[in-house]
C-alpha cells in the first residue's frame, strides 16, 4: 500500500517549481528499443515521473532583438536543465525517499550513453554489457518520448515537444521511483497543425518538409519531421551560414550550452509565434512577441565601426582588440607573466 500518491507528488512537485508534472507506468517502455528502456536502469521502478519545466518567453527577447545572445544558452537553456530542474528532482526524491521508496532523479544531459544522442546511432566500441542480456551502458532514454509518455503533450513536426501550456516552451526532468502512483493518460488532442513554420525559419536547413519518420509508441503512431540532427548541431550555433550569428569567432559556452544562439530560430521561436497567434496553448501574453522580420547579418560587408562607437570610444581612446581582456586572464589575472615564463596549468 503506497504511502504517497499521485495528487500529493504532483503538488509537492509544483511547489517545489515544476510547471508541468505527468505521470507514465514503466509499462508503457513495453516495445522500447533495449538501448532506450528505462526498466533496465531500474528494474523495480513502477512509475516514471516527468516534470516540465518553462523556458520564459523572455529569455527568447535579446535573439529575437539581435542584442543579447547569452540569455537563451544560459537561463533558457542550461540552467533550467543543470540548476533549476535539478534542484526539483532533488528535493522530490527527498519526498519520496522519506517515504521509503528509492527514486532515480534524472537530469536532462548527454554524456556517456550508449546511442549518441543527437543522431540516434548506436557507439560502437563504447561500452561492454556489464553481464548477459543487459544492454549497453548509458541506456538513453529520450525525454521527449517520455514527457509523451507521461501523458505531457505531443512531439510537433519540427520534432520538439509540444505542450497545451507552453507550445515548444519547456525542458524535461524525469524521477525513476518505485512508488506506484496513478497514471496519467496519453495526450490526445493536437497542438501541431502542420503549419511548416518551423521549416521555413531553419536556418540549419535542418527540419524536412515532407520527409518524416514514424514510431510507435505506447500503442500510439507518432510522426515527424525527417530531421537531419547534424545540420541542426551547426544551425544551433548560428544558422547554415552563421547568418544569425553576429559574432565574428566562436561565441562562449555558458554551462558549456553557449552554442545556442539562435534561440531555436525555427523549431521555437516560430512554432511559439504561430502557437500564440491561434491562441491554441494557455500562456499567452499581453503583448506580441514578434514586431518585425528577422533580421540576417550581410557578411559581405567588411567588418566596420558604427558611427555611434567611433563617436564614444573611438575618439576617447577607448577602443582595444577583443582579445585583450583573454589575454589579459590568461597573464595577469593568474599571475603567469611574474613567473619567469612558466606556464600556468589552470590556463595554458
Ligand atoms: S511550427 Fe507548425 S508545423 Fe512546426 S511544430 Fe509548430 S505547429 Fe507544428
Ligand atoms: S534548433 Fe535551429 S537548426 Fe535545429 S532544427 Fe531548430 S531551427 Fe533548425
Known amino acids: ?33 533495449k538501448q532506450m528502456d528505462a526498466r533496465y536502469i531500474f528494474p523495480g521502478a513502477k512509475s516514471m515521473i516527468v516534470l516540465g519545466f518553462r523556458i520564459a518567453r523572455g529569455t527568447l527577447r535579446g535573439i529575437e532583438e539581435g542584442t543579447l545572445f547569452s540569455n537563451y544558452p544560459s ?12 534542484m526539483v528532482l532533488w528535493n522530490l526524491t527527498r519526498l519520496l525517499e522519506d517515504e521509503g521508496y528509492e527514486t532515480i532523479p534524472m537530469l536532462n544531459a548527454n554524456g556517456g550513453e550508449a546511442i549518441n544522442p543527437v543522431t540516434g546511432n548506436f557507439r560502437k ?39 497545451p501550456e507552453f507550445g515548444p516552451r519547456q525542458r524535461f526532468a ?19 497543425d502542420r503549419c511548416k513554420a518551423c521549416v521555413t525559419h531553419c536556418h540549419g536547413n535542418a527540419i524536412s518538409m515532407d520527409e518524416s519518420v514514424k514510431v510507435t509508441v505506447a500503442g500510439h503512431e507518432l510522426e515527424w519531421n525527417k530531421l537531419d540532427p547534424l545540420a541542426c548541431e551547426k544551425g544551433i550555433q548560428g544558422g547554415a551560414n552563421r547568418e544569425l550569428s553576429p559574432f565574428e569567432g566562436e561565441y562562449p559556452r555558458m554551462y558549456g550550452y553557449g552554442r545556442a544562439i539562435e534561440g531555436a530560430c525555427g523549431c521555437i521561436r516560430a512554432c511559439m509565434v504561430h502557437l500564440e497567434e491561434r491562441r491554441t496553448i494557455k500562456n499567452l501574453f499581453k503583448n506580441k512577441f514578434r514586431s518585425s522580420p528577422q533580421w540576417e547579418i550581410d557578411r559581405s560587408k567588411p567588418y566596420e565601426l558604427t558611427p555611434e562607437v567611433v563617436e564614444f570610444y573611438e575618439k576617447s581612446g577607448k577602443i582595444e582588440d577583443f582579445e585583450a581582456y583573454i589575454t589579459y586572464n590568461k597573464r595577469d589575472n593568474y599571475g603567469t607573466d611574474k613567473t619567469d615564463g612558466k606556464v600556468n596549468p589552470l590556463v595554458d
Open 1 to 33: 500500500m503506497n504511502t504517497v500518491n499521485a495528487k500529493e507528488v504532483k503538488e509537492h512537485a509544483r511547489r517545489l517549481g515544476a510547471d508541468l508534472v505527468g505521470i507514465a507506468p514503466m509499462s508503457r517502455f513495453e516495445g522500447a528499443p
Open 75 to 86: 537561463m533558457g537553456y542550461a540552467a533550467l536543465n543543470q540548476v533549476y530542474g535539478p
Open 125 to 163: 566500441g563504447w561500452s561492454r554489457p556489464a553481464a548477459d542480456g543487459k544492454p549497453y551502458p548509458d541506456v538513453l532514454v529520450h525525454f521527449r518520448l517520455a514527457a509523451y509518455l507521461a501523458g505531457l503533450g505531443e512531439i510537433g513536426w519540427s520534432k520538439v515537444f509540444l505542450t
Open 174 to 192: 524525469i524521477l525513476l521511483t518505485d512508488a506506484e502512483l496513478e497514471p496519467d493518460p496519453i495526450f490526445e488532442g493536437k497542438i501541431c
